[in-house]
């Protein structure tokens, strides 16, 4: 009897929460599109404000700090290689960012993190907009992973990111506002090759970036960043970014079993070819006139070392 008293009612909260879904639907679209042109209408002004970026020696965290800067943000940036980051400050500068402080810092490091953050709010006053771009591709099989808890913080917040940034909005309410940028593939460092090995080693192999992308198109990293930065001054939520990409997510959602045979086929099987970077999505990468179409020219001849 107790069983049967739960199963009714499952089903009448099902029927419940999808009355409610219809009921809310309507309204909740006009509230999307009236935020969504008031965002347009009315964006943040960063000008003067303090952004500071992870990962800004290069790739998506490099033009974002470039966007920020022609909007008149003053920037923190933070990466491991200082050399480069000064690179990037003079251009930046040059502009229109009126203050740039560089932190070369290794955000794998809990003190670190610390520091830098402490440091931007001792030199400006203050901390406005807080980009969280770094990260790093690890490329092998679950089953060649060889020391699991080594690599726990990495998978863990790569799987994790969407949930733990929505717990934190719920959490702040509106005294923090939160965007969750969802790249597809975007011209960068990563897309040119560079990962992290089953051993721990940074390394650039482009045949195992071509197994795994095969022929998914690859964005400008300057377009994207022009995006994302535009997406986030308007107050958006989710920025998805190549556009087409949200069409993935809805997959993931609505068809995820076709999603994952269709990863499986284009990124894990073989031609009947025992080297494993000879994927299905390799082959078609490599028919007349793809790679051309689907990579840029830094991703055909990538000048990178894995450092």
Request: charged residues 25%; hydrophobic residues 45%.
């Amino acid at each position: 009897m107790t069983m049967l008293m739960g199963r009714l009612a499952g089903v009448a909260l099902e029927l419940a929460l999808a009355a409610l879904l219809l009921l809310f639907l309507p309204p909740y679209y006009v509230y999307r599109f009236t935020a969504s042109f008031l965002g347009s209408v009315f964006p943040d002004n960063v000008s003067g404000k303090v952004v500071l970026i992870t990962g800004a020696s290069s790739g998506i965290g490099e033009h974002l700090a470039y966007e920020y800067a022609k909007r008149g943000a003053n920037l923190a940036l933070v990466a491991r290689r200082e050399a480069s980051l000064r690179e990037v400050t003079d251009n930046a500068s040059a502009l229109g960012s009126p203050s740039v402080l560089v932190l070369p810092a290794d955000v794998s490091k809990p003190d670190d993190c610390l520091k830098f953050i402490d440091d931007t709010v001792a030199y400006f006053g203050r901390l406005d907009h807080l980009v969280n771009n770094a990260s790093i591709w690890q490329v092998c099989k679950f089953e060649e992973v060889e020391d699991v808890s080594y690599f726990r913080t990495l998978m863990a917040s790569k799987a994790a990111a969407l949930n733990f940034y929505n717990t934190l909005r719920m959490e702040l309410g509106g005294d923090v506002r939160i965007t969750e940028i969802v790249p597809g593939v975007v011209e960068s460092e990563i897309t040119k090759g560079k990962m992290l090995t089953k051993e721990g080693e940074m390394k650039v192999d482009q045949d195992e970036r071509d197994a795994i992308l095969g022929p998914t198109p690859a964005e400008p990293v300057a377009a994207f960043a022009k995006t994302a930065v535009k997406d986030v001054c308007r107050g958006e939520r989710y920025v998805f970014e190549p556009r087409w990409y949200l069409a993935v997510y809805l997959f993931r959602v609505c068809f995820p079993e076709i999603l994952a045979w269709s990863s499986r086929l284009l990124t894990v099987k073989t031609l009947g070819r025992p080297a494993t970077t000879d994927t299905v999505g390799r082959q078609i990468l490599d028919m007349p006139g793809v790679r051309w179409f689907t990579q840029t020219a830094s991703l055909r001849s990538p000048e990178i070392q894995a450092r």
